[in-house]
């Protein structure tokens, strides 16, 4: 089908959006704590590094995925949507769940109990709807 995927698309904007917010935070902090390179063992350093890195980690292979996923028209814009719109608000949800203290809460859990099985669903269904029958 390969049609463009307009739901990745308006998904991708939202979270390019939150990526540069993300890598903000990072620059904000190390402009402020004077410290170029590495965290200089300074722990809210650390933690905003470790927010934009599990970004950055996860959100690429979550849109390729549900990209190629909605061009191959094996899933409807309903399942599309649903999978898209719950990628974006975990990757909202997982930062504000981690503290520099090494403390967490229920939104770094309900941020990746979101993202994993999005990424999951949507790989699945990509080998099973290009499996020759």
Known sequence: MLAFPEITALCAGFLGV????????V???????KINLGDGDDKELFCRIRKQ??????????LIVLGLL???G??????????????????ILHPL????DGSTSMYRFFGMIGTLPVI??????????QMPI
């Open 18 to 25: 939150l990526g540069v917010v993300l890598a903000g935070h």
């Open 27 to 33: 620059g904000s902090y190390r402009g402020k704590a």
């Open 53 to 62: 890195g599990n970004y950055t980690e996860y959100v690429p292979l979550g």
């Open 70 to 72: 909605e061009m191959s």
């Open 74 to 91: 094996a899933a409807g814009t309903m399942a599309i949507s649903i999978m898209g719109g719950s990628l974006v608000v975990s990757r």
């Open 97 to 100: 769940g981690m503290k520099s």
């Open 120 to 129: 999951l669903a949507a790989s699945i269904w990509l080998i099973i709807s």
